[in-house]
């Protein structure tokens, strides 16, 4: 299917546990992007990509660590999860970001709960 | 701290009215976006206007850019129950870097 999937939709985890939050998309657009939404915050940028072993950090990446090893996965993982990581985890890619930036796409998102 | 902040926080209007809804911004941009969120989904892409541009229009909606005062502006005419949403804009920042942020958005409200 074409677009960019999230998965999985939804997911409770116990604190202290490893969890990873997958995100494949089908354009090969070079730009991805994760986001988290929390009530009152809007979205918050936790780590973007420009390419394949291309990562930096957003606004929030303290407890996060991605990697891109491949240009149509950008996997999120939570080292150690709290209980103030609990939100709802977006996804999204764009052809082109910065200065040139197209419209970004978004995936459905990962509701997770830390317990 | 976010880049961008909507103004007002949610509004509550009637079908065939219009809407407006304002987004400030902190630094300089490359350009501004601006997204739909309609409850539990993903964010659409609704309009992008570049810095050097002033006023851009997409069917019903209408967006300006005020570089100066660090503003935009979303205007829905003739809204309908099924704009029923939450709107964010989004900055390209002008620090050389290729990140999207987002502001807090607005909650709009269309009554039939």
């Known amino acids: 299917d074409a677009g960019i999937t999230q998965s999985p939709r939804y997911k409770i985890t116990e604190t202290g546990r490893q969890v990873t939050l997958m995100c494949h998309q089908t354009w090969s657009h070079s730009y991805m992007f994760w986001y988290r939404q929390d009530l009152g915050h809007g979205l918050r940028l936790i780590y973007y990509?420009?390419?394949?072993?291309?990562?930096d950090k957003g606004e929030v990446p303290d407890g996060y660590v991605v990697s891109r090893s491949k240009t149509e996965n950008f996997p999120l993982t939570l080292e150690s999860a709290t209980r103030s990581q609990t939100s709802v985890y977006f996804c999204a890619s764009s052809e082109e970001a910065g200065r040139l930036a197209t419209e970004a796409f978004f995936g459905q998102g990962t509701r997770l709960t830390v317990v | 701290s976010q880049q961008g902040e909507e103004d007002p926080q949610a509004l509550s209007i009637q079908e065939g009215e219009n809407a407006t809804m304002n987004c400030s911004y902190k630094?300089?941009?490359?350009?501004l976006q601006w997204y739909r969120q309609n409850s539990g989904r993903g964010l659409v892409h609704l309009i992008l206007i570049r810095s050097n541009e002033r006023e851009k229009h997409s069917g019903r909606l209408r967006v300006t850019l005020d570089t100066s005062k660090k503003s935009s502006s979303l205007l829905i005419t003739a809204s309908r129950a099924a704009d029923t949403a939450s709107y964010f804009c989004?900055?390209?920042?002008?620090?050389?870097?290729?990140?999207?942020?987002f502001g807090t958005g607005t909650r709009l409200q269309v009554f039939p």
């Open positions: 990509s420009a390419a394949a072993d291309i990562t």
């Open positions: 989004a900055t390209a920042p002008g620090d050389n870097t290729d990140k999207l942020i």
């Open positions: 630094t300089s941009i490359n350009n």
